[in-house]
C-alpha cells in the first residue's frame, strides 16, 4: 500500500487498519452477506455497532453514561455554532475568541441573542490563548476552542469557570489528549480531524445541562429531540460513525488518550524543538510555548516566495502533501493528527534540514 506523507488539516489521516477494516465492511459487514452501508440503521447489527461507539467514546473520556450522552449528528461542527446558541442561549452567552472558528460560532450566536465576546486574541492574530477570562458569572454558558486548527494554538489547562456552564467545539483535537471531560457541559467535534471520515459530528452532552434547554427549538436542531431518539430521531450518518467506532477501537488499543497524548507531545516536540534551533528560516508562529498545538504546528519561511518553494518541492520530491498554511497566515502547516506516524515527522523534518541547506 503506497502511503503519501498527509499532513492535511482535515479530513485527515487515519489509521491503516481502520481503513483496511471500512474497506471489509463496506464489501460485506461481519459476514452478513452485505455492506455496512446497505444495512438498516436500525438493525439489531448495526444498533450494536452504534451503541458501542456511543459507550467507547464515554469510556474515553472517562465520562458516566448516567450523566453524559453522545450524539452523532450530521451538519457538521459548523452546525453546532447555532445549535448550541439555538437550545442554551437564554439572557446572554459568553464567547473566548481564539481564531476563524471561534468567530464563526460567535457569528452564529448573534442570531439568536445577546454574546459576549469576553476575551480575543484577535488583535495580535490568534497567536496565543487569551488568560484570566473576565466571564460573567451568569452568562448562560461560556464557549471556547480547544485547538485553533489554523493558527496552531491549543489550550493546554482549561481554566475554572466557576458554576458557568462550558461548551466546547474540539474538533480539531478530541482524543488527542486526556482532559477532565467531566468540566464541560457540551462538547462537539466534527469528525474529520481526528476520528473518522468527514460527515459525521459528535455531540457529547451532560444530561443535567439539558434539563435548562429552552423551550420550542425546532425539533431537527432540538438536543433532547435527539437525545430522546437515542441518536436515531433521523437516519444517522451509518458509514461514518461506524469508521469513528473502528478509530475509538484503535485508540484504545495504543493505551487510551494518555499513550496518544505521550506519542502526540514526542511529535510535536520535534518539530517545535528544529524550529526554536533554527527559527531564523523556519519562524514558530506561537512563540508562548504553553500555547502551541500539538495538533497543528505552524511555522514562517523568511519569505512567501521561500513558502511556496517549501511546499511545492515537499510534494514533488517527497510525495508529503497539505503542508501549506490554512490562506489567512500562509507560511507552513503541519497536522500532526492521532494517526501520523512519528516516523513521518522524523523524515519531514529530514527534508527541512536539506532544504534549508539549498535555499538559506
Ligand atoms: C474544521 C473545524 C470546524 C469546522 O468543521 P465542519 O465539520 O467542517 O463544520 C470547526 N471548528 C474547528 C476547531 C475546526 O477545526
Redesign the pocket.
Known amino acids: 500500500m503506497n502511503r503519501a506523507f498527509n499532513f492535511s488539516?482535515?479530513p485527515a489521516v487515519l489509521p491503516v487498519e481502520v481503513l483496511q477494516e471500512t474497506a471489509q465492511a463496506v464489501l460485506d459487514y461481519n459476514n452478513l452477506g452485505m455492506s455496512i452501508m446497505e444495512m438498516s440503521h436500525r438493525s439489531k447489527e448495526y444498533d450494536a455497532v452504534f451503541k458501542e461507539t456511543q459507550a467507547d467514546a464515554l469510556k474515553l473520556m472517562n465520562l458516566n453514561p448516567e450523566e453524559y450522552y453522545v450524539l452523532f449528528l450530521g451538519g457538521?461542527?459548523?452546525?453546532q455554532f447555532l445549535m448550541v446558541p439555538l437550545n442554551f442561549l437564554k439572557n446572554k452567552a459568553d464567547y473566548v475568541n481564539t481564531g476563524a472558528?471561534s468567530k464563526?460560532a460567535i457569528k452564529e450566536a448573534k442570531w439568536v441573542g445577546t454574546t459576549n465576546v469576553v476575551a480575543s486574541s484577535e488583535e495580535t492574530n490568534f497567536d496565543h490563548i487569551p488568560k484570566n477570562i473576565p466571564y460573567n458569572t451568569d452568562a448562560d454558558y461560556i464557549h471556547i476552542?480547544t485547538?485553533?486548527?489554523i493558527y496552531g494554538t491549543q489550550w493546554r489547562e482549561i481554566p475554572d469557570f466557576g458554576n458557568v456552564p462550558l461548551v466546547a467545539?474540539m474538533?480539531?483535537d478530541i482524543f488527542s489528549c486526556p482532559r477532565d471531560f467531566s468540566k464541560f457541559s457540551l462538547i462537539y467535534a466534527?469528525a474529520?480531524?481526528n476520528i473518522g471520515p468527514?460527515g459525521v459530528?459528535m455531540v457529547v452532552i451532560k444530561k443535567s445541562w439539558l434539563e435548562k434547554q429552552k423551550e420550542n427549538v425546532p425539533t431537527m436542531l432540538n438536543y433532547k429531540i435527539h437525545v430522546e431518539n437515542e441518536s436515531l430521531y433521523n437516519t444517522p450518518p451509518c458509514l461514518p460513525v461506524y469508521v469513528v467506532g473502528r478509530t475509538l477501537k484503535w485508540i484504545m488499543k495504543q493505551g487510551g488518550l494518555e499513550a496518544i497524548n505521550q506519542n502526540n507531545i514526542k511529535k510535536a516536540n520535534l518539530l517545535y524543538d528544529f524550529f526554536d534551533a533554527n527559527a531564523d528560516f523556519y519562524i514558530p508562529r506561537v512563540k508562548d510555548k504553553e500555547d502551541r498545538s500539538y495538533m497543528n504546528i505552524c511555522c514562517n519561511l523568511p519569505t512567501k516566495e521561500l513558502e511556496e518553494k517549501f511546499v511545492a518541492e515537499a510534494k514533488s520530491k517527497m510525495q508529503m502533501t497539505n503542508l501549506k498554511g490554512h490562506r489567512s497566515i500562509g507560511g507552513v502547516r503541519v497536522s500532526t493528527y492521532n494517526a501520523c506516524p512519528i516516523e513521518w515527522i522524523e523524515k519531514l523534518i529530514g527534508f527541512m534540514e536539506v532544504f534549508m541547506k539549498e535555499n538559506k
Open positions: 488539516a482535515g457538521g461542527a459548523s452546525l472558528w464563526k476552542t485547538n485553533n486548527t467545539d474538533s480539531s466534527g474529520q480531524k468527514s459530528t
